[in-house]
């Protein structure tokens, strides 16, 4: 039961041949490619909708500074949230359920937000792990919690991604078993599981969507402290 149930995250292969690559970029093949026209198709005058409207959320709380980092945000969230919405059709593979791959995006950004605010500004990237008018007896210990609290961050970044996918992709699983289980002996409970399934469906849409916000959102924050 547990290696049917988690069969679905490990990552699919051919031939022995790993294809998490080509579940990563297949995403950038349904984007339309822009043309040399004015006047474009509906469908890439919502996509440069949907990329400003993105673009502008993520900026909006930034320092003109930051703005320079518009491209890396707002790819990442479009690539995070076409991967999320793809891996919930049927017989897919969802690569942001993979920790490893969630902590090599959070990570190398992340320190990277951090170098920017050593070069830029030592002292106050400094500062921030000892709190103004602290007592001298709690110094050391405040220095190590703020310390840890600034090297959890990519952890945290990669866990919160992969633990919500995970968990929504299992509900998802089990409902859906129960249901086809439950359809000979008892329909009128087998519907309450479709309906419960359905709204499960409608809320993981939300999550995935949300869950790209969020991870982007986040760097942009710890990119603000930094700039």
């Known amino acids: 039961m547990n290696l049917s149930l988690f069969d679905q995250f490990s990552s ?7 294809l998490i690559l080509i579940s990563m970029t297949f995403p950038a093949l349904l984007l ?4 040399n026209r004015w006047i474009t198709s509906r469908l890439s005058t919502l996509q440069l909708w949907f990329i400003n ?5 993520l900026m909006m709380p930034l320092h003109n500074k930051g703005h320079k980092w518009a491209l890396i945000l707002t790819s990442l969230m479009i690539f995070l949230l076409l991967i999320n919405l793809l891996g919930l059709l049927p017989y897919t593979f969802t690569p ?3 920790l490893s791959m969630n902590l090599a995006l959070a990570f190398p950004l992340w320190l990277a ?5 050593l ?4 002292s106050a990237s400094l500062g921030h792990l000892l709190p103004e008018g602290t007592p001298t007896p709690l110094i050391p210990a405040l220095i190590m919690i703020e310390t840890t609290s600034l090297l959890i961050r990519p952890l945290a970044l990669g866990v919160r991604l992969t633990a919500n996918l995970t968990a929504g ?9 129960a249901t086809m289980a439950l359809f000979s002996t008892m329909p009128a409970v087998s519907m309450l599981a479709l309906l419960v399934l359905l709204l499960l469906t409608i809320l993981e849409v939300a999550v995935a969507m949300i869950q790209a916000y969020v991870f982007v959102l986040l760097l942009s924050l710890y990119l603000q402290e930094n700039i």
Do not use: M, W
């Not at 937000?113 to 605010?117: A, F, H, N």
């Open 12 to 18: 699919p292969t051919f031939l022995g041949i790993p």
């Open 32 to 35: 339309p490619s822009p043309g």
């Open 53 to 57: 409207l993105v673009t502008k959320q």
């Open 96 to 98: 942001t359920t993979q």
């Open 113 to 117: 937000t951090l170098l920017t605010g």
């Open 119 to 122: 070069r830029n500004q030592p």
């Open 169 to 177: 992709h299992l509900l998802i699983q089990l409902i859906s078993t």
